[in-house]
């Protein structure tokens, strides 16, 4: 079964909102979550490090103050996508480090974002 | 920088074997992953290699030679549903950070 989950799947939001995205690792902590976009046809490009209880590490080119990451727990991770443009239309998808054996990153399924 | 380098497109036959190439460029180069993903889906965990040599299971199969900077998937008795792309994503640094290529885009027919 799914070891990641998110929230909402699929979005559509007017231009210059705000849209908030969860992240959620199911049945076990992650201290580290990560957040990709990706354009269709494309691939995944990581955007940020969630770090548990301290800053997010940004990629570079990704604005910080554009992309709000909070890891506020042990099983959550937030992406907020502040004012958000057409150009941010995009599939967001997080994923998570799962200590399995050896440890796994595991996906979300993926928020599908639409600004109109 | 990282440097990931896969075949775009495969075509194979159903029931085939298909071996996916990739070559990658890293620092701090702790593993790497090979993912499945279906068109408009996020990815599905298929393989982890950490140390070189061949890892079995099931039907698909990961090869991994850190000295040279190599690995391969196989994937055995093609399925139609194994039509997706196979990204092969090299982990790095204290982070465990994970970078994707632009992964192979596998056609299976009939």
């Known amino acids: 079964g799914a070891v990641v989950s998110q929230h909402p799947s699929r979005v559509i939001c007017k231009s210059g909102t705000s849209v908030k995205i969860e992240c959620r690792s199911l049945?076990?902590?992650?201290?580290?979550m990560f957040w990709y976009r990706q354009f269709p046809k494309q691939s995944l490009m990581l955007m940020a490090t969630?770090?548990?209880?301290?800053?997010?590490?940004?990629e570079q080119g990704v604005e910080k103050d554009k992309f709000l990451i909070n890891h506020a727990s042990l099983t959550l991770s937030t992406l907020t996508v502040t004012s958000a443009h057409p150009e941010d239309s995009s599939f967001y998808i997080c994923?998570?480090?799962?200590?399995?054996?050896?440890?796994?990153?595991?996906f979300g399924p993926g928020t599908r974002l639409l600004v109109l | 920088g990282q440097n990931i380098d896969q075949p775009t497109e495969m075509t194979a036959t159903e029931g085939a074997i298909v071996q996916i190439n990739c070559t990658y460029q890293?620092?701090?180069?702790?593993?790497l992953f090979w993912y499945q993903q279906h068109a408009g889906e996020a990815p599905t965990f298929l393989s982890y290699?950490?140390?070189?040599g061949l890892e079995e299971k099931g039907r698909f199969s990961s090869f991994l030679s850190r000295s040279k900077g190599y690995s391969y998937l196989l994937l055995k008795e093609l399925q139609m549903k194994d039509s997706a792309s196979y990204l092969c994503?090299?982990?790095?640094?204290?982070?465990?950070?994970?970078?994707f290529g632009t992964g192979t885009k596998l056609q299976v027919i009939p």
């Open positions: 994923s998570a480090n799962r200590l399995a054996g050896v440890e796994t990153q595991y």
């Open positions: 049945d076990f902590q992650a201290t580290t």
């Open positions: 969630s770090n548990e209880g301290s800053k997010a590490t940004y």
């Open positions: 890293t620092s701090g180069f702790n593993g």
């Open positions: 290699n950490v140390l070189d």
């Open positions: 994503a090299p982990r790095t640094g204290g982070y465990q950070k994970v970078t």
